[in-house]
């Protein structure tokens, strides 16, 4: 008898989670969070787990919190064997935990006990791993801290970015779920304490996107990929900010240049506009200018005849 899943979700992260499950087992209920407003007219927007949970047809709540006794007394009307999670975005507390018999998994995007918490995938790019992955964790009340199933490993290639390595890692952990879950129901697969030293990543805020220049023109970099699409970088220009969304690494300009430069210069270089740095320079290789679309480099350049002056 196929066991009956409740799925938990709501990013893009965690559609081929959903989808994955509901192609191989009986989803009887998915959990989401609220819709929220978006876009410049604030309209109501369902999350993405929300609009595909509808086209395949599942029953679908969305509790402001878990805390909720409708959430959990709807929980137990579906009578879950086994609760999966991908992304979800609230803490489960033990009363949910405990509640079907195989427990609750989660589908996270990193190589734990490496990168627990709400940012894993920009974690790993802004620290230069050369790998991440996806694991498969029966979840305990701590944040990420449950024993480990399975994972499974990918590089990450030098000009990975956010929005590039999150749907394959999405993509990786639905895999992998589907690969490993009739061992785990039939008991075969027996979950593992973490081992290792644990990294955190803590949720990102817009302000976190502020670009530093007295780092290095490397970890900025660095930075910039990992935050795309979100929570995005930038810097201040004009009153406004500049949002910065691809840039390139020069180690240096020029001697007259390197003697001068204070972190935070803004000179030219090769039709550009670049940045100087604590150690090295940035090329800013595609911008957006407050209230504009984004352009290359040397097209914001154009209008902008004081950025070195």
């Known amino acids: 008898m196929s066991p009956q899943i409740v799925f938990m979700g709501s990013p893009d992260f965690a559609l081929p989670t959903l989808k994955a499950l509901a192609d191989h087992y009986a989803v009887v209920g ?98 230069g791993d050369q790998q991440t992955g996806v694991t498969i964790m029966k979840m305990d009340p701590g944040i990420d801290t449950g024993p480990l199933l399975s994972q499974r490993a990918i590089d990450i290639h030098f000009e990975e970015t956010g929005a590039s390595l999150t749907p394959k890692l999405a993509q990786l952990g639905a895999e992998l779920l589907i690969a490993i879950l009739p061992s785990y129901l039939n008991g ?72 001068s430069a204070e972190p935070g210069k803004q000179i030219i270089y090769e039709g550009y506009p670049a940045v100087c740095t604590e150690e090295g320079s940035l090329v800013l290789v595609e911008v957006q200018p407050a209230g504009k679309k984004s352009m290359a480099g040397d097209v914001f350049l154009r209008g902008a005849r004081d950025w070195a002056s």
């Open 30 to 127: 998915v959990v989401t969070q609220p819709d929220r407003p978006a876009g410049r007219g604030r309209n109501l927007t369902p999350p993405p787990v929300k609009v595909l949970a509808q086209e395949l047809g599942l029953q679908v709540v969305q509790p402001k919190s878990l805390r909720a006794s409708q959430a959990i007394t709807q929980l137990r009307a579906w009578e879950p064997d086994l609760v999966v999670v991908a992304a979800f975005g609230q803490i489960l507390r033990p009363e949910l935990l405990d509640l079907p018999p195989f427990g609750c998994i989660n589908v996270h995007a990193s190589l734990l006990p490496r990168w627990r918490g709400t940012a894993p995938i920009q974690a790993a790019i802004l620290h």
């Open 188 to 259: 075969d697969l027996q979950p593992q304490a973490q081992q290792g030293e644990a990294t955190y990543a803590p949720m990102l805020k817009k302000s976190d996107g502020q670009l530093d220049f007295t780092q290095s023109a490397e970890k900025i970099e660095r930075k910039i990929r990992a935050f795309n699409p979100w929570p995005g970088t930038f810097l201040d220009w004009q009153g406004g900010r500049l949002k910065i969304h691809r840039v390139r690494v020069v180690d240096s300009i020029d001697q007259e240049t390197v003697i």
